[in-house]
């Protein structure tokens, strides 16, 4: 249960110096202003965070995940990409949490630039929906924690749940589809299914995926 892991009380709390040491040794003040811009959530085993680090070395990403045996592994793996690739990997970092409680306790208003919810866990049945990471009250916290222009990612191999997260981002005032030409033009677009253990798995067995793509905006009046 949630008791079993710590929540800072406030974004203010996190504790940024034992997530990303090299970012954050007392030598290096410049570096203390600096916030984590992407959250993956719900990452799984890692691999989008990984294939991210590389592509935006000096952007501080994290993962949340539910479990705590996937967390620990995640956190092992880092470490060891550390180990033998000196000075990279040091902008990624997980940690264990229940995203659908704890978002505001992490990021404070705007800070975000990248939230991706890649291959939820699709809750079928009617009762279970309101357990679904997208929601029209999740979104809300989600706008809270995007800065204008931030850009949520969403994936699924589930085309019920892809019809949800679409028609929720569509229906949210602070969400705008991304045009055709922008989703080709983003790299990151490419990694959500190649750089994810679920999407390689889907692509494995011949899978179609449905993705949904939106840039956080000013609600016109
Ligand atoms: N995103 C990864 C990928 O594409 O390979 C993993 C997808 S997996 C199907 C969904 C993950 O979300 C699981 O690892 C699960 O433990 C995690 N999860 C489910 N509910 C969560 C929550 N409330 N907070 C954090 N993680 C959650």
């Given amino acids: 249960s949630d008791s079993h892991f710590p929540v800072p009380v406030s974004p203010s709390h996190v504790d940024y110096s034992l997530s990303y ?24 085993f890692g691999g989008l965070l990984i294939s991210l680090s590389t592509l935006f070395p000096d952007t501080l990403m994290i993962g949340m995940e539910l479990r705590d045996k996937v967390t620990e592994y995640v956190k092992e793996r880092i470490l060891a990409l550390r180990i033998s690739n000196h000075s990279q990997y040091q902008n990624i970092s997980v940690v264990r949490t229940n995203s659908m409680k704890y978002i505001p306790n992490y990021f404070e208003k705007g800070q975000l630039s990248k939230m991706f919810f890649l291959f939820p866990d699709p809750h079928f049945k009617e009762k279970n929906h309101r357990r679904r990471v997208i929601s029209m009250h999740l979104l809300d916290e989600y706008a809270y924690v995007l800065g204008i222009g931030g850009i949520i990612y969403t994936i699924t191999d589930v085309e019920e749940l892809g019809d949800w997260m679409k028609t929720c981002l569509e229906s949210h005032p602070m969400f705008e589809a991304l045009a055709e030409e922008e989703l080709e033009a983003d790299p990151v677009v490419k990694l959500l299914s190649s750089a994810t253990e679920e999407g390689q798995k889907v692509a494995r067995n011949g899978g179609q995926t449905f993705q949904a793509v939106y840039r956080r905006v000013v609600p016109s009046q």
């Fill in 21 to 44: 040491p090299l970012f954050f040794t007392s030598s290096d003040q410049a570096d203390s202003s600096r916030k984590i811009k992407f959250a993956d959530i719900g990452c799984g």
